[in-house]
């Protein structure tokens, strides 16, 4: 719990003193403790300005500095520094640095949110020792897709520190938010003609960045027979975004490809859901979303990487006209697949995807997909990895714990599934019994570009949150954070 210190120093004399340089523009400020003890910089500079008066109000409450721990402490006596002072735990010093990052995010986040419901309208924030992740956490602990009176937005000022870091994280913080709106907008005004429009608007202003919407005449123009079949049975037609982002400081490697699964709305189709929780599967996008993100995030950030993002675009709706499971459909590359069961969609829109990124000769694919129910019964919360490359896992895992969003890797062996994917009556099944997540990967790993190296994301326990969880709440933007320090940092 966060104890309230109240104090207008009535019982002491404190000599006025001027801190900070713009003190009439701030009602509040964020600084830290440690574990240890010890203030921040930026703390131990203000508990003088009060002649020590804070550590003395922080003793008192007997708390330890750890983690989620805080102090809001009130002060009309020393000019120029702001009325509201909110000391956040960080925990031990000696915390490995992406548990320390994630420990500065909430902390950012928690200070900001408390000066906010006492009466702070315009916050500064220190940097807590990384300014990129406290930027981040204040900016993602902002967003509210339709806020409430009490979640109303503050005006977050970095308060001395390197304004750079802060500034880049804040960009990057806003193309988590937008992929979070796109993933969060309800379905009617999220369709696929929608949100390719949308996706448009969002990269129309960034840098080196070209968006290509191709209509139901190209999809069937490129064979893509699964994403017209998972499609037919809607009255929203499909769509196809093609984005490519190729700025003058990229090599001239081959690009890295990036698929996002856009099913915009997932009834199941003819093998349809229950009706409990179906409302939710609007957000069966959030794949595509996090495409568009992470491409506004790197040509903020100007990234030298070039990148293309794939988006198949579809709903998955019953109807006279929906595939019927039985059904058989060609996909891009020829292959024949048995629908076995309606619901399990995403995998043959990817299997087009996938098949049609061979023309860019990619240096890898990525292909993030709120895939498979099984992956959250497996791993929770944790976005499920699969990979035929381990360089290529072990850079991600790298960038995951950087970002705190969890990843965990799962088995991928294609022969071990090939006799269960097969079908008396086409090459392939969509669905077959056993773990679903794994199957769902090894059905995939047929549409990979031979020698292409491949990561599959099943974001489908990590994409949404059941309830809040420090500055993020519903949806995560999982995993654009992941993609762009690992496309800022990538090593062949």
Not at 131 to 136: I, K, Q
Request: with cysteine; hydrophobic share 35%.
């Amino acid at each position: 719990m966060f104890a309230l210190a109240r104090t207008s120093f009535h019982q002491r004399v404190i000599p006025s003193r001027s801190y900070c340089s713009s003190p009439t523009v701030l009602d509040g400020v964020v600084i830290g403790r440690w574990q240890d003890g010890s203030f921040t910089e930026q703390g131990k500079k203000i508990n003088e300005a009060t002649n020590g008066h804070l550590e003395e109000i922080w003793k008192l409450t007997a708390k330890k500095g750890k983690s989620g721990e805080g102090l809001l402490y009130f002060q009309t006596s020393v000019s120029n520094l702001p009325p509201r002072i909110a000391v956040i735990g960080l925990g031990k010093p000696s915390e490995v640095d992406g548990k320390k990052r994630e420990t500065i995010r909430k902390a950012a986040d928690a200070g900001t949110k408390m000066l906010r419901h006492n009466g702070a309208h315009r916050v500064g924030v220190e940097d807590f020792g990384d300014a990129l992740a406290a930027s981040e956490g204040v900016h993602l602990g902002q967003y509210q897709y339709r806020p409430g009176e009490e979640d109303r937005p503050v005006q977050v000022l970095p308060y001395e520190m390197d304004e750079n870091s802060w500034n880049k994280g804040k960009k990057l913080a806003e193309a988590v938010n937008l992929t979070r709106h796109l993933t969060e907008t309800p379905s009617n005004l999220m369709t696929p003609s929608i949100f390719a429009e949308k996706a448009s608007q969002a990269l129309s202003g960034a840098s080196h960045v070209k968006v290509e919407v191709h209509d139901k005449d190209w999809i069937q123009s490129e064979k893509m027979g699964c994403l017209l079949g998972v499609s037919q049975g809607s009255a929203e037609p499909p769509r196809f975004v093609e984005i490519d982002y190729a700025p003058p400081g990229a090599d001239s490697s081959p690009p890295i490809v990036l698929i996002g699964k856009g099913v915009t709305f997932d009834s199941g189709g003819i093998s349809i859901k229950s009706a409990s929780g179906m409302g939710l599967m609007r957000t069966d996008m959030a794949g595509a979303a996090s495409v568009v993100g992470t491409v506004l995030a790197l040509s903020h950030l100007q990234i030298p990487r070039r990148v293309v993002g794939l988006m198949p675009l579809c709903e998955n709706m019953p109807s006279g006209t929906a595939i019927k499971p039985g059904d058989v459909i060609t996909s891009r590359n020829g292959k024949t697949i048995e629908v076995d069961n309606t619901d399990a969609e995403g995998r043959l829109i990817l299997a087009d995807a996938l098949n049609y990124s061979s023309k860019f000769k990619p240096d890898f694919i990525v292909d993030i997909a709120t895939l498979t129910g099984a992956i959250k019964i497996a791993i929770g919360k944790m976005t499920g990895v699969f990979s035929n490359d381990d360089h290529l896992w072990n850079q991600f895992k790298i960038s995951s714990e950087n970002s705190s969003e969890p990843m965990w890797r799962m088995p991928l062996d294609p022969e071990e599934f090939k006799s269960v994917l097969k079908s008396e009556i086409a090459d392939l099944k969509n669905s077959v019994p056993g773990p679903g997540s794994c199957t769902a990967a090894a059905f995939l790993s047929n549409f990979v570009p031979a020698s292409t190296r491949w990561i599959h994301l099943d974001i489908a326990g990590s994409a949404r949150l059941d309830k809040p969880n420090g500055y993020l709440t519903t949806s995560t933007g999982t995993p654009v954070r992941t993609l762009v320090d690992l496309l800022s940092r990538w090593n062949k």
